[in-house]
């Protein structure tokens, strides 16, 4: 058995003993069935096992490509839940998905759309892909997570509640899988088997696109601004329309002109938005945080970063790999002596869930 037990890759923290019972404890969690979310688990049908499959061989390729080791993991730790499930068990804390890091076992529920489903299975492997540690605890195999990614889990403090502990860049490990759920997303795009989805969808952007640019073409001052601002994220963070293929179809069938079709697509999409009918990307505040700090590491780079991607792959590869140093050292030679250690407390969260789902 290697140092860390089941995905882990070290323990850290006591005696070589301790070590050695906490890997066994994190190998007997990545073997045993969870019994929680197996009460809600639904059958694996084989069409669910092609999209399982090619879900990951896409995740492996981009943790790959940002320097990381993926290893499989195992189907019977990726439980596809019934509908409302991760809030049930999350006293409505969660939604949809959820990865339990100490167990390495994820869920994720399953609802109409193909498309989210593969997303939401995406997400989560990338969470459970990331680069993992695990510390001892107060007690002979009790395992504690110490790092998730770029996630590090303040760990001076061993009397916490397991869960409730401070976890340094949280929100940025959680923009990381975002982004790179994002970008597994387009790779997505290319498969035969979603494109009537994804075309679905992309012809109600494009009409509610369409809306919007003739609405801001009458609008003036503040409101032009944030109608200008809402149509140029639209195509990003619009993922999913409820039924798409027949939205489409009755909106064709409502008129034949096109800016009636906009109005129409758009009145549909607002009605179904209030309803839950329409989902966007994930983790819109994490991202939108991720974004201002690698714009700003752009500009004050002298060029050592050409564009934003250039800098998220710094980031990207630390949180893969689990060397954090190189991206320190960058980002203190950029933003200054201290800066990661401050960027580590403003990504920072703290929870108060079991487990420490994400």
Not at 125 to 134: M, Q, T, V
Not at 200 to 214: E, L, M, P, Q
Not at 255 to 261: A, H, N, Q, T, Y
Not at 265 to 283: D, F, N, P, Y
Request: proline share 4%; with cysteine; charged share 35%.
């Amino acid at each position: 058995m290697k140092e860390g037990g089941g995905f882990y890759e070290r323990v850290i923290g006591g005696t070589e003993e301790e070590k050695k019972e906490t890997a066994k404890t994190l190998q007997q969690f990545f073997e045993n069935p969870d019994k929680e979310l197996a009460e809600y688990e639904l059958e694996k049908t084989p069409e669910d096992m092609r999209i399982l499959k090619r879900t990951e061989t896409i995740v492996d390729s981009t943790v790959e490509h940002y320097g990381g080791n993926p290893k499989p993991l195992p189907f019977d730790n990726i439980y596809i839940l019934k509908p409302g499930s991760v809030s049930k068990m999350t006293n409505g804390e969660f939604n949809e998905g959820i990865h339990f890091p100490l167990t390495s076992k994820i869920g994720v529920e399953k609802g109409e759309s193909e498309l989210m489903f593969a997303s939401g299975v995406a997400h989560e492997l990338f969470h459970a892909k990331s680069y993992k540690s695990a510390r001892v605890g107060p007690s002979a195999g009790d395992a504690r997570l110490y790092r998730s990614g770029l996630s590090m889990v303040d760990r001076k403090d061993l009397t916490k509640k397991h869960g409730t502990e401070k976890e340094y860049f949280g929100m940025l490990e959680e923009a990381i899988v975002a982004e790179c759920t994002k970008r597994f997303l387009k790779e997505l795009s290319k498969e035969p088997h979603f494109r009537k989805e994804i075309e679905a969808v992309k012809t109600i952007k494009d009409w509610v696109a369409g809306y919007y640019r003739h609405i801001v073409g009458m609008a003036k001052g503040e409101p032009k601004k944030r109608l200008e601002k809402m149509l140029g994220s639209l195509d990003d963070e619009l993922i999913f329309v409820v039924h798409p293929q027949k939205m489409v179809a009755n909106v064709l069938k409502y008129s034949d002109d096109e800016l009636e079709r906009q109005a129409y697509a758009t009145g549909i999409i607002q009605g179904l938005h209030k309803g839950g009918g329409v989902e966007s990307m994930e983790r819109y505040k994490e991202r939108k945080m991720m974004y201002a700090l690698l714009d700003e590491l752009v500009e004050k780079s002298n060029g050592r970063f050409k564009n934003r991607d250039e800098a998220f792959g710094e980031f990207a590869r630390a949180n893969f790999s689990g060397n954090y140093l190189p991206l320190a050292r960058i980002v203190e030679d950029i933003l200054g002596k201290g800066s990661f250690r401050r960027l580590a407390n403003e990504f920072a969260t703290e929870k108060e869930t079991k487990n420490e789902p994400d």
